[in-house]
């Protein structure tokens, strides 16, 4: 009985045939070692057939999930267990099918009877089955083995070394004997991580060769399980005058059956290593298109060929180091830790790649449902490009679920040495906020400073067939994973450039008349000359600009030489790597116990700061209130462009000196040996958040202090007259304007003024009307404090 598909076993369960029936001893074992947790559990039965498994766990105590993908299998099971409480039997192709209708919570249990040796791609199922399990969870796999089966059955039955292939990279994996079957409990669902390792010296002087790269409709890439432990990409060596395409695709027949043209195979890169000391040259070859089902025509050398979802490839056990690298150089980032290998990237022309799960589809239209029903993308072409866009192909290092996070989820691609993000996928409500913002019109060239493939892609569908898109990248790493994925699945009408984003593009790149809009998608200290240069008079320049330390989305609008802002959204992004990054000048205080930030950029004095702050403390309470869930950042930015010798106060431990926990900070301004800063104190409490009720209350330190909080706490009584509202999303925004640096203060709005290296910014806010004030700065003395507050 080696059934394939579908239609064989609805004809063998519609004929009224069964399986093998649950033995006494499978029932004791099942008892034993699957306990339902206290509470109760939940299980599921993969290829439950009629059903007498689930019947079984439902007694012991769990609800069951019970799925099979032969509908007179289900049929029968509803039939002959229509008494049965606690379990749904569901329709599902393990293998192919959205897995949508399982429970969304996971899994205690999951068992495979009588199931595994039937699956196609087994590590890819058991990878996602384990997945799915809870804390403390277990998958029991059943299973005939060679030892006890006929030699007519051997399909149906595992070998010593494919069990040991599926007990791998679990924490525990115990083996019971069930009356002649394997039963296998295995818990710890493995993370064991990816080990590129090599064959056994070779007798050549050097080796020559190319791998071929599959991927199946649903994006999965093809991998052989070969007989020396490893896997390995279909592949060989070159035989005379071959050339690389032509060696991929005769290797990939000759091993695994499959059918490709040449014209199909197009070289992306050669690797250059050695192995054992022996030079070797890997070609990369992407296939693009192909015909058939892939088999073991090679048995010495290999047990199976599967697909392999790629998020799985950073924990897929040994792959043998061209195979790895030729992933890596194809998908960059998916198997981690990889040794150095030079490579040589080949210019073609490689058309895009189709290929994407149901569950991809489901779980994109579920992720636009939710940015477009919080308002974030009211434009149709913007909600078209979310839906449209496959993101995951952009991120393919983590599991769908994560790439397709509607919420404030951003993906983290790369890292710096101390594990600091430093490049991205961003949150997707964020990335339509901010391209509805720069307002592309069909046919727009838009510049984008950060790399990464998505975002760019987002805009280019936004702007239409006849727009296109130009993003630039310091990173080279991130320039070839860019231009990797946008070959892989875009559009065409994007390019990438490597360097220094805050140069802008090249000269060549620049539309005459200039760019109809520009991204930014990094933190940004002060705006480039070279990005207002290059946009077009009413252009937009959409970025996320830090002030005094806060991050906001910033739309601004090109008008002679002043950019003037239409709109802000809170956020936070990486940071910039280029010569506009900036470092901000710090005082570390108490021994490292809280540092002080000038985030304007100029160090002031601190001299006699610590004994004040050994002191006595003054606190002012301001009277002011706010609920659970309320929104400050208004506060925050208020606070830090009206205020003069405005800081920041962050505590790196708890301590009762300044009351600020551990990873917290707070506004603050600074004077003689003085410090005053704001923080809030629960004054009412509940168990409802409605119940709940903070006030703001300002602590002082120094001579000075008293002061300085009296003028701190009338920041935020003005704050709470003219700019706060009852509605977070309906703060007052201040009028901005930007103007570039050296522009004669009788040039400037009246407004708060805060200078930056090329741009001079003036806020004018509501409340605040008057005189320009001095730009801001740290003095020695206690100033005016300027307009109402």
């Known amino acids: 009985m080696t059934y394939t598909t579908r239609d064989e076993w609805d004809r063998h369960f519609g004929d009224g045939k069964g399986f093998r029936p649950l033995g006494e001893r499978e029932r004791e074992l099942f008892a034993e070692h699957a306990p339902v947790p206290d509470g109760g559990g939940r299980a599921l039965d993969v290829g439950c057939g009629t059903g007498e498994l689930a019947v079984l766990l439902a007694s012991l105590g769990y609800t069951v999930d019970a799925v099979d993908f032969a509908g007179n299998a289900l049929g029968r099971a509803r039939e002959e267990h229509a008494g049965v409480e606690g379990v749904r039997w569901l329709p599902l192709d393990i293998e192919r099918d959205d897995p949508a209708p399982l429970h969304e919570e996971g899994y205690d249990l999951v068992v495979l009877r009588l199931t595994y040796p039937f699956l196609k791609d087994r590590g890819r199922v058991v990878h996602g089955l384990g997945e799915r399990l809870r804390e403390g969870g277990a998958l029991i796999v059943v299973t005939p083995v060679v030892e006890h089966t006929p030699e007519e059955q051997r399909g149906i039955a595992l070998d010593e070394e494919e069990i040991v292939v599926l007990a791998a990279g679990w924490r525990t994996a115990e083996r019971l004997d069930a009356d002649g079957l394997a039963f296998l409990v295995l818990r710890g669902p493995g993370r064991t991580g990816t080990r590129a390792v ?27 399980r070969s007989r020396r432990g490893m896997l390995e990409l279909p592949g060989g060596k070159t035989t005379g005058a071959e050339g690389f395409a032509a060696a991929a695709v005769r290797e990939l027949a000759e091993e695994t059956g499959l059918v490709a043209e040449p014209a199909d195979a197009h070289v992306v890169t050669v690797l250059v290593d050695d192995s054992h000391g022996v030079p070797r040259l890997t070609a990369v070859v992407r296939v693009t298109a192909w015909t058939g089902t892939p088999a073991v025509r090679e048995e010495k050398l290999f047990s199976r060929w599967e ?43 490689q058309p895009p790649v189709p290929g994407e799960p149901a569950e991809a589809v489901r779980l994109r239209r579920e992720m636009a449902g939710t940015v477009i029903g919080g308002g974030w993308a009211p434009s149709e072409r913007v909600r078209d490009a979310l839906r449209t866009v496959p993101r995951h192909r952009f991120a393919p290092e983590v599991p769908l679920a994560i790439a397709y996070d509607g919420g404030d989820r951003a993906v983290v691609t790369r890292r710096d040495g101390v594990g600091v993000a430093i490049s991205s996928v961003s949150a997707a409500w964020l990335q339509a906020d901010m391209i509805e ?274 003028r701190l706490a009338a920041t935020v009584r003005a704050w709470d007259r003219h700019i706060r509202a009852e509605d977070n999303d309906r703060h007052a925004d201040p009028v901005l304007t930007l103007h570039p ?34 730009p801001a700065r740290h003095s020695g003395t206690v100033a005016a404090t300027a307009g109402e507050s």
């Open 198 to 224: 090599e064959k056994s010296p070779t007798t050549g002087h050097a080796l020559t060769g190319a791998l071929a790269v599959v991927t199946d409709g649903a994006g999965r890439v093809l991998l052989g």
């Open 437 to 710: 913002s720069l307002c592309p019109e069909p046919g727009a060239v838009v510049f984008e400073a950060g790399s990464g493939g998505y975002n760019a892609e987002l805009i280019a569908h936004a702007a239409g067939a006849a727009g296109r898109v130009v993003t630039a990248d310091i990173d080279p790493w991130v320039v070839r994973r860019a231009r990797r994925f946008l070959t892989e699945a875009g559009s065409g009408r994007v390019t990438v450039v490597e360097g220094d984003a805050a140069l802008g593009a090249p000269a060549h790149l620049v539309p005459r008349g200039g760019f109809d809009g520009s991204m930014i998608t990094y933190s940004c200290w002060d705006v480039s000359p070279a990005w207002r240069e290059q946009l077009a008079e009413g252009g937009r320049l959409v970025l996320p600009l830090e002030i005094g330390g806060y991050t906001r989305a910033v739309a601004f609008e090109l008008h002679g030489q002043v950019l003037e802002a239409r709109h802000f959204t809170y956020c936070g992004f990486v940071r910039d790597q280029g010569q506009q990054a900036r470092a901000i000048p710090s005082a570390a205080l108490l021994d490292g116990e809280l540092t002080l930030r000038f985030e304007h950029g100029t160090a002031a004095p601190t001299a006699g700061l610590e004994e004040a702050l050994r002191g006595p403390r003054h606190d002012l309470a301001t009277g002011i209130t706010m609920g659970a869930n309320a929104y400050f950042g208004s506060l925050q930015l208020y606070a830090a462009t009206t205020l003069p010798a405005f800081v920041r106060l962050h505590a790196h431990r708890d301590t009762g000196v300044t009351a600020l926990a551990k990873g917290r900070d707070a506004p603050a301004v600074l004077g003689e040996a003085s410090l005053a800063y704001l923080t809030h104190v629960q004054t009412r409490h509940g168990e409802l958040p409605e119940e709940k009720e903070w006030e703001w209350v300002v602590h002082a330190f120094g001579e000075q202090g008293p002061r300085l909080a009296e």
């Open 741 to 774: 640096a050296g522009t004669p203060d009788e040039l400037l709005p009246a407004g708060d003024v805060l200078d930056k290296e090329h741009s001079r910014l003036v806020f004018r806010w509501p409340g605040r009307t008057g005189h320009l004030p001095a």
């Open 307 to 349: 697909f392999f979802d790629l998020h799985a490839l950073s924990c897929a056990g040994p792959v043998f180091v061209p195979a790895a690298q030729a992933l890596d150089a194809v998908w960059p980032g998916v198997v981690p830790g990889l040794p150095s290998v030079v490579s040589y990237p080949v210019v073609g022309e």
